[in-house]
Nanobody, 125 residues
Framework: QVQLVESGGGLVQSGGSLRLSCATSGRTFSLYYMGWFRQAPGKEREFVAAIRYSGGSTDYADSVKGRFTISRGNAKNTVYLQMNSLKPEDTAVYYC??????????????????WGQGTQVTVSS
């Protein structure tokens, strides 16, 4: 089992920045991808960014490319999402996720088998 705990959400004005953190514990050696997803009211959960647990290659949704950066801490037990130039449409609950399923696409929300509790990000205009 893998446990994920997010932190760092909050309220920010349009154009501002926030950094989300996801602390991991448990059988992290088995992980393939760690990712961030978000879900706005009345919408489906959508892919934001992901990082390969070994190797560190990254993938981003087109809507956040150039504004968001996913990274890992040196000990690989924390994953970050640096969010810059935030827009009101970025408002959502953000979830940290991880998968032990090798060979999947990073964007496949249904293939992530570990999830955090979510943290609210609200961007005011």
């Amino acid at each position: 089992q893998v446990q994920l705990v997010e932190s760092g959400g909050g309220l920010v004005q349009s154009g501002g920045s926030l950094r989300l953190s996801c602390a991991t514990s448990g059988r992290t050696f088995s992980l393939y991808y760690m990712g961030w997803f978000r879900q706005a009211p009345g919408k489906e959960r959508e892919f934001v960014a992901a990082i390969r647990y070994s190797g560190g290659s990254t993938d981003y949704a087109d809507s956040v490319k150039g504004r968001f950066t996913i990274s890992r801490g040196n000990a690989k037990n924390t994953v970050y999402l640096q969010m810059n130039s935030l827009k009101p449409e970025d408002t959502a609950v953000y979830y940290c996720a991880a998968t032990s399923l090798y060979g999947i696409l990073a964007t496949q929300v249904g293939r992530y088998n570990y999830w955090g509790q979510g943290t609210q990000v609200t961007v005011s205009s």
